[in-house]
Nanobody, 114 residues
């Protein structure tokens, strides 16, 4: 079992920055991939960024160049640095971890005002 706890969401003006954190606990040695999704309209989750256990990263085109995903293995924490935020980035952001199954955090709300 893997337990994920997110933090760092909030309200920010367009053009500003936020950093999301996701702390993992449990059988973390079995995690292959961690990342962030956002809830999206109609509850269709959209991949934002992922990072593998080897450090390979992947971003959705809409955030590429603005968001950076990183991982601190000593703290078992994955981060999402979000820069140049836009109103369309407003959403609930969910932390994700993959072992032989998927795990999800509760989500943290990011609101970007225009």
């Amino acid at each position: 079992q893997v337990h994920l706890v997110e933090s760092g969401g909030g309200l920010v003006q367009a053009g500003g920055s936020l950093r999301l954190s996701c702390a993992a606990s449990g059988t973390i040695f079995s995690i292959n991939v961690m990342g962030w999704y956002r809830q999206g309209p109609g509850n269709q989750r959209e991949l934002v960024a992922t990072i593998t256990s080897r450090g390979s990263t992947r971003y959705v085109d809409s955030v590429n160049g603005r968001f950076i995903i990183s991982i601190d293995n000593a703290k078992n924490t994955v981060y999402l640095q979000m820069n140049s935020l836009k109103p369309e980035d407003t959403d609930v952001y969910l932390c994700y971890a993959q072992t032989h199954r998927e795990y999800w955090g509760q989500g943290t709300l990011v609101t970007v005002s225009s």
